[in-house]
Every structure is written in C-alpha cells, then in structure tokens.
C-alpha cells in the first residue's frame, strides 16, 4: 500500500526511516518475534510441564539478576558513586530504564519478570515478588507496570470474588473495588489533566518531547489515521513518516529534528494502525484459537495468554521480544495432554 500513502519525511534520522525500508524493517522484526515463538515452541514442545517450568526458572533467574544489578546502579548513582549511567535518566527526579527508552517499558519487563514467578513453587517468591514491586514502583515509576500487575491479581482472584459476592460478601468486593480504583485514578492522575488541558500544554510546552510525541499526541493522531485507513492499515512502520500530516496533526506540533515518535498505545493499536482491522482480526482470531485449546486443558494456563495480550494493550511494542517468548511456552503447553 506504500505507492498510495503520503509521507512526511523526517529531518537528521536515519535512512533506515525512510519510506519502504523503515517498513521492511518492521517487517523482519515481526517476522523475528514470530520464529522466536516457534523455536521456543519446537524445543518445549516434547518437554513435560515440570521440565517446562525449570526453562521458566532459568528466564526468571536472569531478568531477576538484571533488576538488581540495575538496582545496584540506581543506587550507586543515587549516593553519588558514578555520575551517570545509560540505565537511567531524569524525569523529575532520577529513574531506572534498564535498555529502553524510559521506564515506562522497562517496568513492564519487571512486570513480565514477577508473573514468571507463578509458573512454579519457590520458597522465596514473596520476597522476589516484593522487590520486583518495589523496582516497578519506586525505581522505574511504571506506571503500566503496576497496573499490568494489578490486572494480573485480578485474573487470579476474580473467581474468589465472584463467589464471595454469591455469599453476599459485598463488603469485601466494595473494598477491593475502591482500592483498585483509586489505584489507577491515582496513577493517571498525569495523563488526565494533560489530556484535558490538551491545547494549552501544546502551546506552552511545544518542545517537550515527553508531551509531543508519544501517549498524548498519539490519542489525538492514531484514531485519525484509523478512520482513514480503517481496512489495509498505513502500512507497517509509517507512523513516524505519516504522523506529521498537517490533517492528523492539527494542534499538535511537528516532530522535533531528529526524533522519532510512536502513538504509544502498544501492540494491538499498532497492528490496528499499520495493518488496519484485516491484520488486528487475524491476530486475534490466531489467539482466540489457543485461547480455547489452553482452557480445554483445565489448568488455568489461558490467564497468561491474556497477559500476553494485555502487555500490548498496556504499551509494549508488537515487535518487543520477551512476549513471545511467553507465547512460545503457552503454545507448547496447549498440546500438552492432562
């Protein structure tokens, strides 16, 4: 679909984001995300679950040991020891990005790292749980991380709830309910008022990169991109080259020199946007299928399926790896027999 796209090219980035070869290149990374689900597939798949689980130890193990060497040098930085560190950054006050680009995504590796530790028994889970909390919280100050592991909880727990609320043990859903609630207004607490004084930010802060690019700027511009490109799609990786049309813009400013910007909205948006609601039907209907092969088997192993899909409702990147390593495992598990 390319040749009918129009492009607004990007100035001093590379020419990997030029137009075909930045979609190329998304293609392959998906293609990547892809062969690494069914290689972990084709290695899982003649291993029983117990086997299954030692592979997850090994993944959970190595994230851990990242998350406090990251906290060791979030420390180091915080006393004073080093004067800087690639696996941090300022934004109003010092915090932790591992490799991405802010914490944002970082958390939500640390949150993918505490899920892992309900693959399998181990006597110091509430500790490992603990830290991992305390990493997404105080230290990368993710945002969707917390609520990506509050939305984990609740998979857990929601048929506990759904019973107590048969008993008429409204107290504890009605508490539950406003904690959680309060949680989230509480952590959106930014996005909102920025949202709602939208065209006056825009104006005051037009250089702030945090503000025009990425979630904000992307609420305003994806939908419009949607609506006119509902069924193909723009075609994979011409956000960045197609965002600056003066018909999507409207008040937001351009991209700064340089910069490149997704909508932020995670995966399934951006197959929504590139691929258009051909692709984003497919996909889901690929995961609807392992979806019930999962829940036939009658051991609750479908709940990380839809963590593998609430990672790119919370802001992962369709092309991020880790997830599909999650769903290289769920594949191999669904042949499984019980």
């Not at 399998?120 to 990506?148: C, E, M, T």
């Not at 009605?174 to 904690?179: H, K, N, Q, T, V």
């Amino acid at each position: 679909m390319n040749p009918f796209r129009d492009f607004f090219l990007l100035k001093s980035v590379s020419i990997l984001k030029r137009p075909y070869l930045i979609s190329l290149g998304r293609y392959l990374e998906l293609i990547s995300c892809v062969n690494l689900a069914t290689l972990v597939y084709l290695f899982l798949k003649d291993k029983t679950k117990q086997q299954i689980s030692v592979y997850i130890k090994y993944i959970f193990n190595f994230c851990l040991l990242f998350a406090l060497l990251n906290t060791i040098i979030f420390a180091l930085l915080k006393f004073n020891f080093i004067d800087e560190s690639n696996h941090l950054y300022y934004d109003h006050g010092i915090r932790l990005k591992g490799w991405y680009v802010e914490g944002g995504p970082y958390g939500l590796m640390v949150s993918f790292t505490f899920i892992l530790t309900f693959f399998y028994k181990n006597k110091y889970h509430i500790l490992s749980r603990f830290f991992l909390v305390f990493v997404v919280f105080f230290l990368a100050r993710s945002k969707a991380g917390i609520i990506l592991i509050i939305t984990w909880y609740i998979l857990i727990y929601y048929k506990i709830a759904y019973y107590k609320l048969r008993e008429l043990n409204i107290v504890v859903i009605i508490i539950g309910g406003l904690l959680v609630s309060l949680v989230i207004v509480k952590l959106g607490d930014g996005y909102i008022n920025d949202i709602v004084n939208v065209k006056r930010e825009m104006k005051e802060r037009p250089r702030d990169v945090n503000l025009v690019m990425g979630r904000i700027a992307g609420l305003f511009i994806f939908p419009k991109m949607v609506s006119e490109n509902p069924v193909f799609g723009i075609g994979l990786g011409n956000y960045p080259i197609m965002r600056n049309n003066p018909q999507y813009l409207g008040f937001i400013p351009r991209s700064p020199t340089g910069k490149t910007d997704a909508h932020g909205y995670g995966g399934l948006v951006q197959l929504l946007v590139d691929g258009g609601l051909v692709i984003l039907i497919l996909f889901l209907f690929i995961i609807y299928k392992l979806f019930i092969k999962l829940k036939n088997r009658g051991e609750d192993d479908e709940k990380y399926l839809l963590i593998f899909l609430f990672f790119f409702v919370f802001g992962v990147q369709i092309y991020f790896l880790y997830p599909w390593i999650l769903l290289g495992v769920l594949m191999s598990l669904s042949i499984k027999k019980v």
